[in-house]
């Protein structure tokens, strides 16, 4: 049944948000409530706004303002709720909708009638576990069976990937620390690299970087069928995502030693983006160098 809105700024009914829940998520299930579109319901505070996923990514101060009236909350709130803050180096890291799930938050989010609650660590594609239980996060892929192998095989490397995990948090928080961007890391770690063997005895065409630090990466993505990851691809199914993180952990812990030694493995353009990425390394590490 339509509810009806009101000539007010303010909704007369606010749904409680879910713990990490995704702005744009919120605004659906208000929408879903008040019987109009999701659309309808953010042109409610923002006249002229023309997308919801662009809440979530690209939501300015004076338009979270508009939004925290419109749910009788504060700005500082709706914006926590977005990705907005994060670097412009990190956008590929996000995923536009939800690529993972946390099964126990999800459970929970029901027994509040939240059923269709996303999280917003659903769509930060570099994330192994859940902000909120701790709890390890479950790939909604299809192909998601078919690698577990793939977590299985890289499941030593856990408590690196943790790490890793934890040094993109605390870089898209503004509290990283240490001699280079984990971001920076990330796009080392996908730079093409000559398939010569390195650390191991099996060499593969379309063979990265990681592959280089990590044993066995680059033989599991040709098992599975995958495409190569890319600094234009870097999310990963989360058994491979293992992998990736426990080379961010093993890279920032190494320190520059490894990078120079990392970079003789790459040839050609390959190595002229390595010693790209790398030097900016070296410039800054609060203004890590953009995903391109």
């Known amino acids: 049944m339509n509810r009806e809105l009101g000539s007010t700024s303010a909704l007369p009914v ?9 702005l744009s998520s919120w605004i659906a299930r208000h929408a879903g409530f008040y019987g109009v579109s999701p659309l309808t319901m953010l042109r409610h505070a923002i006249p002229e706004a023309k997308s919801l996923r662009l809440t979530d990514t690209k939501l300015g101060p004076t338009d979270a303002g508009h939004i925290a009236r419109l749910f009788r909350t504060h700005s500082s709130a709706i914006l926590a709720m977005t990705t907005s803050g994060f670097p412009s180096s990190a956008a590929r890291l996000v995923a536009p909708c939800a690529i993972q799930s946390c099964f126990a938050c999800a459970e929970q989010n029901r027994g509040q009638g939240a059923t269709t609650a996303v999280q917003r660590s659903w ?3 570099w994330r192994i576990t859940c902000p909120v239980c701790g709890q390890r996060q479950q790939d909604k892929r299809d192909a998601a069976s078919a690698l577990t192998s793939s977590s299985l095989s890289f499941e030593g490397l856990w408590e690196d990937a943790l790490h890793g995990e934890r040094l993109i948090d605390q870089a898209l928080r503004g509290s990283a620390a240490g001699w280079a961007s984990p971001i920076d890391i990330v796009r080392l770690l996908l730079v093409r690299r000559c398939p010569k063997p390195f650390r191991h005895e099996v060499s593969i065409d379309h063979s990265t970087v990681l592959g280089a630090v990590v044993q066995g990466f680059d033989e599991r993505v040709a098992e599975q069928g995958l495409p190569r990851p890319t600094i234009a691809r870097p999310i990963l199914p989360i058994g491979l995502r293992i992998a990736l993180l426990a080379g961010i ?5 190494e320190g520059p030693k490894l990078v120079a030694e990392l970079q003789h493995q ?6 002229t983006r390595f010693a790209s990425i790398g030097a900016g390394m070296s410039v800054t590490r609060s203004s890590p160098l953009q995903l391109n």
């Open 266 to 271: 790459t040839l050609g353009a390959h190595y």
């Open 123 to 125: 769509t930060e594609g």
């Open 249 to 253: 952990s093993i890279v920032y812990q």
């Open 14 to 22: 606010i749904l409680k948000p879910v713990p990490d829940e995704l």
